[in-house]
């Protein structure tokens, strides 16, 4: 039943639910059940490794386009107020 719903949350790519999986990891009987559990496991990572690459990409778009419109707003026009 593990494997099936960390399956299910890798190809769902739910964060959260394989989380909780790997922390709630059960023991395991035979090594065919280990193996298969370890290539999950790495499977996850290549998934939260590439989530974590496409929102550092999001992060540097959202970034570019907030100095862009910042430089494209009108500027103020170079006063000089004295206040006395």
């Given at each position: ?11 769902e ?14 023991t ?24 974590k690459?496409?929102t ?7 970034r ?7 430089s494209t ?10 206040i006395?």
């Amino acid at each position: 039943m593990w494997h099936t719903k960390l399956q299910i949350a890798i190809i769902e790519k739910n964060v959260q639910e394989i989380d909780m999986l790997v922390s709630q990891m059960p023991t395991f009987e035979t090594q065919e059940q280990m193996e298969s559990a370890a290539s999950l496991i790495k499977e996850a990572l290549k998934v939260l490794q590439q989530m974590k690459n496409e929102t550092g990409e999001t992060l540097q778009k959202l970034r570019q386009h907030k100095d862009f419109l910042a430089s494209t707003q009108n500027q103020a026009p170079n006063t000089l107020d004295i206040i006395s």
